[in-house]
């Protein structure tokens, strides 16, 4: 068998497994609470590591090494903020987002928990948080097609197209039949290998490259601004525009619906602590790890990366360093960052339609089995849209995640942290501060110059936090 061959088998191997897990949890699925949330079951383990791999997707193992072979040192700013955005979102979101969703109506998606919370009878906030949801989830999941696609064209040699459609329609097969149960098993699968994968490339990679003190002679031959955080690749000043960009990316874990979700689900909020320390090992391990492979790259890639094919350092690595079984499982690690998020993004942007529009909106009365199949027909709709975005071969997915990340973030990370702590909060409040928080990220994500080009995260959660005190403090207190 050739060493392309044993790599395909390695993909065949893997891609049955995933299915299996699929048709098992199928199994296990009856009603739209076991679709969405898996009936709330979730250990320590599965949730931490299942929160984890839905959390870093194919950027963990595309986009950031990618960045780090262009941007050198300057990516430890992103690794700071990602790392510092993790540990609080455990801390302070996790058990108490827990607890609430369970006391304001066993509540199953966000939008659930905010009209709930607030006593919202208008059905404005479900209105609202659900189209959001929507509309930044279908960017989001396109960046997994995307990363899909740059995987199956490397390893099948499949025109772009058809290896976005082969990708995508594993994550849609598995996400549509076993639903949040599917979804949460294979993450922790898809975790442990994303984590041996980055393991085995960073560790073979360093030793080739001669270890730490080779790796920094080899960026100082290549260009010695990449040894130097505080500066570009060009050698001028990274300026504070910049440094806060990179370290606002942890600003938006307190409003990833995909990642809230898994707090919501675990089988006890005892459990959280546990799970977080969990959490924090897997997730320290892999993002050093990952921006290491990018480092490494700069000396070991003979021919230099450009553009978007810098977010294939990863594959090249692995195919130079490896027998190719070795190579297989590696590149098989990044499918399993693809689906690890792609399909939770999918789970969370159909759980809106089935709950929060359909049965919220227009049949509050509607049976568990007739949710159960309009949130399944959503999955394969927000696909086919995610694939009409998924189309250019030159998109970045650092750039895409960049953009979703930035828009959940400033839309509800303000809402569920003040929703949790501050009694005073008002739906008035709530519903100003999505809306406040959604519009300023794809209003200045138009613009660019001076002030501009500071990532739209900071802005968004700024006029966000603005909008829920102003109105809460201009209404009555309603909780």
């Not at 900071?458 to 005190?469: N, Y």
Request: aromatic fraction near 12%.
């Amino acid at each position: 068998m050739t060493d392309n061959g044993i790599i395909v088998a390695t993909f065949v191997a893997y891609l049955i497994a995933v299915i299996a897990i699929g048709v098992v949890a199928w199994r296990r699925t009856s009603s739209l609470k076991d679709y969405i949330l898996g009936g709330r079951s979730l250990g320590k383990w599965v949730t931490a590591l299942s929160a984890q791999a839905s959390d870093m997707s194919g950027w963990l193992l595309l986009g950031l090494p990618g960045y780090a072979y262009l941007a050198g040192l300057e990516s430890i700013w992103l690794l700071a903020g990602l790392l510092v955005g993790t540990y609080l979102n455990w801390k302070f979101v996790a058990e108490r987002l827990r607890r609430a969703t369970e006391r304001y109506g066993d509540a199953l998606t966000l939008p659930d928990y905010l009209e709930s919370r607030f006593d919202d009878h208008s059905r404005l906030l479900r209105l609202v948080s659900g189209i959001f949801i929507l509309v930044f989830f279908t960017f989001y999941t396109s960046s997994g097609l995307v990363a899909g696609g740059k995987l199956f064209e490397s390893v099948f040699g499949l025109p772009y197209l058809w290896a976005v459609t082969a990708g995508g329609a594993t994550v849609v097969l598995y996400t549509f039949f076993g639903g949040f149960l599917a979804v949460s098993w294979t993450d922790f699968l898809q975790g442990s290998l994303m984590f041996l994968a980055l393991l085995a490339v960073t560790a073979v990679g360093l030793d080739s490259a001669g270890g730490l003190s080779g790796l920094g002679i080899s960026l100082e031959n290549s260009n010695p601004n990449l040894l130097n955080p505080f500066t570009t690749v060009s050698g001028g000043p990274l300026g504070w525009i910049a440094i806060v960009s990179l370290l606002g990316w942890g600003l938006g874990y307190c409003g990833q619906p995909h990642i809230l979700a898994r707090f919501m689900a675990i089988r006890k909020p005892q459990d959280i602590g546990a799970a977080r320390m969990i959490a924090m090992a897997w997730v320290c391990v892999a993002l050093v790890a990952a921006t290491l492979v990018g480092l490494v790259g700069i000396g070991l890639v003979s021919e230099p990366l450009q553009g978007a094919a810098s977010e294939t350092v990863f594959m090249v690595l692995a195919r130079l360093l490896f027998h190719p079984v070795v190579a297989g499982v590696c590149l098989a690690g990044i499918l399993a960052a693809v689906m690890s998020t792609a399909d939770s993004q999918l789970l969370v942007a159909s759980s809106a339609v089935s709950e929060d529009f359909y049965k919220g909106l227009w049949r509050p009365n509607a049976d568990q089995g007739e949710l159960l199949w309009v949130g399944r027909l959503a999955v394969v709709g927000i696909s086919l849209v995610a694939f009409y975005l998924a189309r250019d071969p030159d998109s970045k997915v650092l750039d895409l995640v960049a953009y979703a990340w930035a828009g959940f973030g400033a839309a509800f990370g303000p809402a569920i942290v003040l929703s949790l702590y501050w009694n005073a909060m008002t739906r008035n409040g709530a519903l100003a501060g999505i809306i406040g928080g959604g519009l300023t990220v794809i209003v200045w994500k138009q613009l660019s110059g001076g002030l501009f080009d500071l990532y739209e995260i900071v802005p968004g959660a700024m006029v966000s936090i603005f909008c829920i005190v102003l109105f809460s403090k201009m209404g009555n207190r309603t909780s």
